[in-house]
């Protein structure tokens, strides 16, 4: 059976899906990956097979183009802007995945769940499909708080009142997505339930790369859900060319603001100015391709400023990231035990820091209320108190024992029913 793994285009996605899909292949499952030109170095650094699809509505370049603009907005402005850059690929997707998985033929599909509503592809074709949550995924019960909020869990008539307008007010920014998915369906005659928010998610499996340890403890979960655990395992990824001669062996604090939005040079002043001289602790910062490293003010002698940084090798040496709350910078930070303070900026990241906030594994401001003094305080305040320390370790010891990438590779064979093998 030929397995396809379809990637969305941002390295945030890619990283852990790439991981998974090579978990499969190294079980011996004939594996390739799907996704847009630019995705490619991505996946060849997996060394998986990778096919190209939508070359003509996304050629080379385009990535940059679209991440250049996300990169400087926030809050619901940017949530937007994501929705429709989702939608215009998935509208591509619609057009171009069902031949593309006819001539590579592919017998099952693994799709991100950001992308949920292209679960409508292999309904009508017939095939085998499950779904992954690279980042938090997405609860529209309205039991919880949805993951666009950093709200937290709370079960009085009250909270619940308020998660259900905020899964309202969600729904209203996601119609693009809705629409394009509908079009489909309506074209090729599938009958969906769209009342139904689960209507084209996998029935086999739903895997999400969040232990269930940091998640709210909540029960409502459908049948095919699945906690796992980070899909870590320190290969596959471009490498950066990082100033290693650098390092003064002090205790790094480790700053990244993600691939999505980085663009604001002055976050990373302010981060610089709240961080100061600290006694003893280097800081390091990974700002992206696109800011000018010399443009950030009030950073310490001994910083070091890249735009590309071996994030998981650096949490290694680390006491504090500092973060802008992605699941994947989370988990690697949790997976080496090492505390947050974050300042989620959109999409999925305010939710991230609550459950941050929910596991007192850090502290996190959002970004509007972003000043140095503040966050001066919260970085004193997860420092100090071992607390903070002592619960990313918990975590950290949770995740090594479910091993989520193995967990969730025998997921997948389970429910795609192929040969298991180790």
């Known amino acids: 059976m030929k397995i396809a793994f379809l990637g969305v285009r941002v390295p945030g996605h890619l990283n852990p899906m790439t991981t998974l899909a090579r978990k499969l292949q190294a079980r011996g499952h004939d594996v390739v990956f ?14 998986l097979p990778f096919i190209p699809f939508c070359e003509k509505d996304f050629p080379v370049g385009s990535l940059a183009k679209s991440l250049a603009t996300l990169s400087k907005l926030q809050g619901q402005a940017a949530l937007e802007v994501a929705i429709n850059s989702v939608a215009n690929t998935m509208e591509s997707a619609f057009r171009n995945l069902p031949r593309t998985l006819r001539d590579a033929n592919v017998d099952a599909l693994v ?10 592809v292999p309904l009508h074709l017939g095939m085998p499909y499950a779904h992954v949550s690279n980042a938090l995924p997405f609860d529209f019960s309205g039991k919880a708080p949805v993951c666009t909020f950093d709200w937290q869990h709370e079960t009085t008539p009250e909270a619940l009142a308020r998660n259900q307008a905020g899964v309202r007010s969600l729904l209203q920014i996601y119609e693009p997505i809705t629409s394009v998915s509908q079009a489909y369906a309506k074209k090729v005659g599938l009958d969906v339930n769209w009342t139904d928010p689960f209507a084209t998610i996998s029935k086999l499996a739903w895997l999400t790369q969040m232990p269930k340890e940091f998640d709210f403890n909540i029960s409502h979960r459908p049948t095919q859900f699945h906690y796992t655990g980070p899909f870590h395992d320190g290969l596959g990824r471009i490498e950066s060319d990082f100033p290693w001669n650098r390092l003064t062996g002090e205790p790094l604090i480790y700053v990244s603001m993600g691939t999505l939005q980085n663009g604001l040079e002055s976050v990373f002043s302010t981060i610089a100015e709240a961080v100061g001289t600290r006694l ?21 002698a001994n910083s070091i400023v890249v735009k590309n940084a071996p994030q998981m090798e650096l949490l290694k040496r680390s006491a ?8 994947n910078t989370a988990l690697e930070s949790l997976t080496q035990g090492v505390p947050m303070v974050a300042i989620p900026v959109s999409i999925d990241q305010p939710g991230v820091a609550a459950r941050i906030a929910y596991t007192k594994t850090g ?22 108190n071992p607390e903070y320390r002592h619960n990313a370790n918990k975590m950290k010891e949770a995740i090594a024992r479910t091993n989520g990438l193995e ?16």
């Open 34 to 47: 799907l996704s847009v030109p630019d995705t490619e170095p991505f996946v060849r650094a997996a060394e």
């Open 111 to 120: 799709l991100d769940e950001s992308q949920r509503g292209l679960g409508a």
């Open 407 to 422: 967990k969730a590779a025998d997921l997948l064979e389970q429910a795609l029913d192929l040969p298991q093998r180790t």
């Open 363 to 384: 502290a996190y401001v959002p970004l509007r209320e972003l000043t140095a003094a503040r966050l001066s305080t919260l970085i004193d305040d997860v420092l100090g």
């Open 280 to 300: 003893g602790m280097q800081l390091v910062l990974s700002i992206g391709p696109i800011l000018d490293p010399e443009k950030i003010s009030s950073l310490p």
């Open 320 to 327: 504090l990231c500092i973060t802008h709350a992605g699941l």
